[in-house]
């Protein structure tokens, strides 16, 4: 089973029954959002348009409790989930020697596992939001060769 | 029969049980009060009776005298002082002010040892309501950034003696004339007034402007008010009401921030709810659940925040990290708690509340029952979500926060993209941008305690709008540069805005095409 095989497995496994039904075109949509994975979208970008495939009431995005608001509530909303996540991963990754965008010996499945782990320990859920998020990630990176992105050495040279 | 005697001063150590039962009727807001209390280092206080107070007053003109139960016209103040090495408010010390000359010196130290004061309202038999209180805040922490803006001096006379104490009125709804949301109204005005100079009505004409424009509503007894009805009341006063529904907590941060820090107090809509704690056989802790069911709505006044412990904020794909995510509490007057109550931003974990996952907010209110729901299955506390932000502002400040943002956010990605031409490297970690509202005379205040910095004499010549924004650029812990938008001018062709450079290397990559 190739990667993003893999990777969509992780993302089906976390949902119920019900979910898989309702979810099928969501799970199709970020089969081609794996598949793309390295075009020229940033991260930030990236994870908030794998998350936002899956904007369906029961999993705690808000289009039920936004009916007739504005899209820029849910927008804001899904955004603000994905700014959460990544403060977690970066939370998650600082002082950690994990390459995310290492390919050896699958590697990348435990980088994955740890990810999925440490986010939900701080976000206090055991959310399929959590996997979605941290296999867009994974796969992001490696489609990208990116190893760790939250690092701080490029800061901005004042002097 | 009260359980205390009037102007005897009496020990806080020895009788504080029994008074903070005296004031608060051993409700929710009885540990509230007692900590309040312990932390400012009560050490004695004494009881003033037949107090006039003002908003009782007109709240009894305009309900209470017109009752059949004869309400009584006059109040009981109680006045609360710590200790300063040995110098007390002790009975000696009144007996010397009663028989002696009061020299500079000691009203100067009575006024150091002053806690502030609280009125107790006459209600039915002989449980009163807390009436206006101003009690001292605890100590500001320039270190934690603990700051308590929106909060003014009070003038005070005991015996003759003049005290002055830096606080925000408080006081607790009487549920008829005003409930929680026309309280923190009146708190809030009870600052605005002596800023902008306006009228500060009493509980129940706050609650009568709120409702003028609504002739579906009798006046009392009041049943709440709305977030509309709530600015109508700003309006009423001559201010002019801001009603934001922040759309989540970082949002919610930047805009507590922006506008206290201009001292303006900030009236927040909140929605409470139990919280389920389920457990195991041998009652560990197995999860939290909220209880939807059980949604109350209230309303509190916003007077100060805390960035202790707080965390910088990260990158985002909107190029703007704010200084005030770092914000990790803020302080409120909550009338069914205690005057600057905390409530605690969660560390970002999120409880699902219907279809929502949303982050809570930690209150020190009990749960509205709090047994045992069923085996396993208890409520003990309460969470908060903000629902809308009220603001009452000065009808000059027209540039709203979210303009700025957008302005901000517009250089700041200019300023980068200018960056990575020049040098070649692409900026990974972008400014921590402290965004507030301030008047221009602080502006100028803060710049003249800055040590020399190139073109501080021209800033300091400069005219300026009386309101400004000030987004200030910070990167590796130093402020690098800063706009000052005109808070008072039109969106229409672009905010009038002035930088001020502190890094030469900021200011040379502006001046290059």
């Known amino acids: 089973m190739d990667r993003i095989d893999s990777l969509l497995t992780f993302v089906n496994d976390s949902l119920d029954e019900k979910d898989r039904i309702t979810y099928a075109t969501s799970l199709d949509a970020l089969k081609k959002k794996f598949e793309n994975a390295n075009s020229s979208t940033s991260l930030d970008n990236y994870s908030v348009e794998c998350l936002s495939l899956f904007n369906k009431a029961e999993i705690g995005l808000p289009q039920e409790l936004y009916k007739g608001s504005s899209l820029d509530d849910v927008n804001a909303y899904i955004n603000d989930l994905a700014r959460d996540f990544k403060q977690f991963m970066c939370n998650a990754l600082k002082n950690r020697d994990v390459n995310l965008s290492s390919t050896a010996n699958d590697t990348w499945k435990n980088s994955l596992q740890y990810l999925i782990g440490a986010i939900a320990a701080q976000a206090g859920l055991n959310n399929f939001l959590i996997v979605i998020f941290s296999c867009s990630i994974i796969q992001y990176c490696i489609a990208n060769n990116i190893d760790n992105l939250c690092r701080d050495d490029n800061n901005m040279t004042l002097s | 029969m009260e359980p205390f005697k009037f102007h005897e001063v009496y020990s806080y150590e020895q009788e504080s049980e029994k008074l903070i039962k005296y004031i608060t009727n051993c409700s929710q807001k009885s540990p509230a009060f007692s900590i309040t209390l312990k932390y400012l280092q009560t050490y004695s206080f004494i009881l003033e009776d037949n107090y006039v107070d003002k908003d009782y007053l007109v709240d009894y003109s305009n309900f209470y005298a017109r009752c059949h139960h004869p309400y009584d016209r006059f109040c009981i103040r109680i006045h609360f002082f710590t200790k300063h090495n040995t110098f007390s408010f002790s009975e000696e010390l009144l007996h010397h002010i009663f028989t002696n000359n009061l020299t500079e010196e000691k009203r100067s130290q009575i006024n150091d040892i002053y806690l502030g004061f609280i009125v107790l309202r006459p209600s039915k038999g002989i449980i009163k309501t807390i009436g206006c209180t101003c009690l001292r805040h605890y100590d500001e922490d320039v270190e934690r950034n603990r700051i308590y803006s929106a909060t003014r001096n009070y003038y005070v006379n005991l015996y003759g003696i003049p005290l002055v104490i830096k606080s925000m009125a408080f006081q607790e709804q009487d549920q008829t004339v005003a409930m929680c949301s026309s309280i923190a109204l009146w708190s809030a005005f009870s600052v605005t007034g002596r800023k902008y100079q306006h009228l500060i009505p009493s509980p129940s004409d706050v609650t009568k402007l709120a409702i003028s424009e609504s002739s579906y509503s009798r006046n009392f007894p009041n049943e709440?008010?709305?977030?509309?009805?709530?600015?109508?009341?700003?309006?009423?006063?001559?201010?002019?009401?801001?009603?934001?529904?922040?759309?989540?907590?970082?949002?919610?941060?930047?805009?507590?921030?922006?506008?206290?820090?201009?001292?303006?107090?900030?009236?927040?809509?909140?929605?409470?709810?139990?919280?389920?704690?389920?457990?195991?056989?041998?009652?560990?802790?197995?999860?939290?659940?909220?209880?939807?069911?059980?949604?109350?709505?209230?309303?509190?006044?916003?007077?100060?925040?805390?960035?202790?412990?707080?965390?910088?904020?990260?990158?985002?794909?909107?190029?703007?990290?704010?200084?005030?995510?770092?914000?990790?509490?803020?302080?409120?007057?909550?009338?069914?708690?205690?005057?600057?109550?905390?409530?605690?931003?969660?560390?970002?974990?999120?409880?699902?509340?219907?279809?929502?996952?949303?982050?809570?907010?930690?209150?020190?209110?009990?749960?509205?029952?709090?047994?045992?729901?069923?085996?396993?299955?208890?409520?003990?506390?309460?969470?908060?979500?903000?629902?809308?932000?009220?603001?009452?502002?000065?009808?000059?400040?027209?540039?709203?926060?979210?303009?700025?943002?957008?302005?901000?956010?517009?250089?700041?990605?200019?300023?980068?993209?200018?960056?990575?031409?020049?040098?070649?490297?692409?900026?990974?970690?972008?400014?921590?941008?402290?965004?507030?509202?301030?008047?221009?005379?602080?502006?100028?205040?803060?710049?003249?305690?800055?040590?020399?910095?190139?073109?501080?004499?021209l800033i300091l010549k400069d005219s300026y709008a009386k309101y400004v924004w000030r987004a200030r650029a910070i990167a590796n812990n130093e402020l690098q540069f800063e706009i000052v938008f005109d808070a008072t001018d039109s969106k229409v062709g672009g905010i009038a805005k002035k930088y001020i450079f502190y890094n030469e290397v900021i200011e040379r990559l502006f001046e290059l095409k």
């Open chain 2, 224 to 457: 709440g008010l709305t977030a509309e009805q709530i600015a109508v009341a700003i309006s009423k006063v001559g201010l002019s009401p801001l009603l934001i529904r922040p759309k989540d907590d970082r949002n919610l941060k930047a805009l507590i921030y922006a506008y206290l820090k201009a001292g303006i107090p900030i009236v927040c809509g909140l929605h409470l709810y139990d919280v389920l704690i389920i457990e195991d056989e041998n009652s560990n802790v197995i999860r939290e659940e909220i209880d939807v069911n059980s949604v109350s709505f209230h309303a509190v006044t916003i007077n100060g925040y805390s960035f202790e412990n707080g965390l910088e904020d990260i990158d985002f794909k909107d190029g703007i990290r704010f200084y005030s995510n770092r914000m990790t509490k803020f302080y409120v007057h909550d009338d069914q708690l205690c005057p600057f109550t905390k409530m605690e931003f969660s560390k970002g974990e999120r409880k699902k509340i219907g279809n929502m996952l949303v982050k809570e907010l930690t209150t020190s209110w009990l749960a509205s029952e709090s047994v045992l729901e069923g085996q396993n299955k208890k409520k003990e506390k309460k969470i908060a979500i903000v629902s809308s932000l009220i603001i009452p502002l000065y009808h000059k400040i027209r540039i709203s926060h979210a303009d700025i943002i957008k302005e901000t956010q517009r250089i700041s990605k200019n300023l980068i993209e200018k960056y990575k031409l020049i040098y070649g490297v692409k900026v990974e970690k972008t400014f921590e941008w402290d965004i507030f509202l301030s008047e221009i005379s602080e502006f100028k205040n803060e710049i003249i305690q800055f040590p020399y910095f190139k073109n501080k004499e």
